[in-house]
């Protein structure tokens, strides 16, 4: 990463050099690439739920057994979602992200070092 990291005269790395290099941008794109299309479903399914709650409130209010209904289902699928948002997202990180990154961090500790 030598010609990423363009250290100085002074010993300081360059950042706004390494944020443009191309190992960065990879980075970053394999990052948005996991996030928006999961924060879009996410957002999506959060709307259905309220407009449902808003103005479907006869099928909401179904019971599906006892005094479960499908707004409640429903509701709790929104926190069922976010763990599973949460740990598909983990997962993605420690397989994808992390290897990167660390190898853009060790890099750049290799630079300051010989500076």
């Given at each position: ?34 996030i ?14 309220v ?59 290799k ?5």
């Open positions: 990463m030598s010609d990423q990291t363009h250290a100085e005269s002074d010993g300081a790395i360059d950042y706004i050099a390494v944020e443009q290099s191309p190992r960065f941008l990879a980075l970053k794109r394999t990052q948005r690439s996991f928006f299309p999961l924060a879009a479903f996410f957002l999506i399914w959060y709307f259905v739920y407009l449902l709650a808003a103005f479907a409130t006869e099928f909401m209010g179904q019971r599906v057994w006892g005094d479960i209904t499908v707004g409640l289902l429903f509701g709790l699928g929104q926190f069922v979602t976010t763990f599973a948002i949460t740990m598909a997202y983990v997962s993605f990180a420690n397989r994808k992200l992390d290897p990167l990154s660390a190898e853009i961090r060790e890099e750049l500790e630079a300051q070092a010989h500076a």
